[in-house]
């Protein structure tokens, strides 16, 4: 099993879950299937590497997905973004762009820590500039829709390959993206980075697998009268 089999099954169950009536609570209304998940059914052929856009009036929690299938498995990837604003009444849209940060250039093995020169797929994260050049058209179109935009991926910004991490910052000076969110860890914490004259924020969230069982809720607001974007996410426990 490797990753084209991976994202070939998981774009599959996307499908699946579009074409049967679902509770989403995302979604306006409440029941049914989510609007994108269901045009996405319609509309997608997953053997075949595509850029595919909601185009439908309805509110909607899939907006994007873009894959790519390569006979070096380890450079396929799998891109999405998801609308997560769950009121009419907000001002502006709250959207998140999942990032796949395991896309390597060179083959992974699972000596990195020994071997130079060799990706370690459980410890380190990389992105190739295909897929960051996908997240900037997709910035470029959530400014035009005055959309707040979040980051999020599974490896932390510090285990993340040099050149994809220089890149994935500037993305989100250009675009004034506040936060990203990573896993990895099985830690909770945040964590700033310095970069340039300023700092930029990344929330690591825990792990319900192990002890400390840790889990977070994110909320996303405007402060009234302002463009101040506020987050909050405490920390919970089970």
Do not use: C
């Not at 009036?57 to 380890?74: G, Q, S």
């Amino acid at each position: 099993l490797d990753k084209n089999a991976v994202i070939r099954r998981y774009l599959g169950l996307l499908v699946e879950q579009g074409r049967r009536p679902v509770v989403t609570p995302f979604v306006r209304g409440g029941v049914g299937a989510d609007p994108g998940l269901a045009a996405f059914a319609r509309e997608a052929v997953i053997t075949q590497p595509r850029d595919w856009s909601y185009t439908g009036k309805e509110p909607a929690v899939l907006r994007r997905v873009a894959w790519r299938l390569a006979p070096e498995y380890w450079k396929s990837f799998v891109l999405q973004e998801i609308d997560i604003t769950n009121s009419e009444r907000a001002s502006r849209p709250v959207r998140a762009i999942l990032l796949d940060t395991s896309q390597f250039e060179r083959e992974p093995g699972l000596a990195g820590t020994v071997l130079p020169g060799v990706y370690d797929a459980g410890s380190s994260g990389y992105l190739l500039p295909e897929q960051l050049e996908i997240v900037r058209t997709w910035l470029e179109a959530d400014q035009k829709d005055d959309a707040v935009v979040l980051l999020m991926g599974h490896h932390p910004q510090a285990v993340i390959g040099g050149p994809a991490l220089q890149t994935l910052e500037k993305l989100r000076a250009d675009f004034g993206v506040e936060l990203y969110v990573s896993a990895h860890t099985h830690s909770s914490s945040y964590l700033v980075h310095a970069f340039g004259t300023g700092k930029q924020l990344e929330l690591n969230i825990g792990s319900t697998l192990d002890f400390p069982a840790q889990y977070r809720t994110l909320a996303v607001r405007q402060e009234r009268g302002s463009r101040r974007t506020i987050m909050r996410s405490p920390r919970r426990e089970l």
